[in-house]
């Protein structure tokens, strides 16, 4: 599983411009910025469905699928509200800061799952 690591990576530092959307003048940067995060974004959830498909047989391909998804709703219902209250104070720094956030915590936990699974394989 190791040769996810790096792409894993790669977009996490991809997603990392996020943070500094807010400091962006001309709009055309801003959204610029949002466009970059929405494929790096992308990337995550076909790397993810890629590495899935290593850990899991085919034939559980549909709790793939709905795991991926349902966890994905989980997390938006969880988060949306926080975010939400963020720009209706205008706290718009923090909000981009703690979107491009989610990606290295998450990148950090898979890797010390991912590496704790691999642990107890070879024992």
């Given at each position: 599983h190791g040769q996810f690591a790096r792409p894993f990576l790669a977009?996490?530092?991809?997603?990392?411009?996020?943070?500094?959307t807010p400091k962006a003048v001309p709009v055309s940067l801003v959204m610029a910025g949002l466009f970059f995060a929405m494929f790096a974004g992308a990337g995550f959830i076909i790397l993810?469905?890629?590495?899935?498909?290593t850990v899991f047989a085919r034939s559980q391909s549909g709790l793939i699928a709905g795991?991926?998804?349902g966890s994905w709703s989980a997390a938006v219902a969880v988060v949306m509200p926080i975010f939400g209250r963020l720009f209706d104070r205008g706290h718009y720094d923090s909000s981009f800061q703690l979107a491009a956030i989610f990606p290295v915590a998450g990148y950090i936990c898979w890797r010390l799952l991912?590496?704790?699974?691999?642990?107890?394989?070879?024992?």
């Open positions: 977009l996490t530092v991809l997603s990392l411009p996020l943070m500094f993810s469905i890629a590495y899935a498909t795991v991926g998804a991912t590496l704790s699974r691999l642990k107890h394989q070879s024992a």
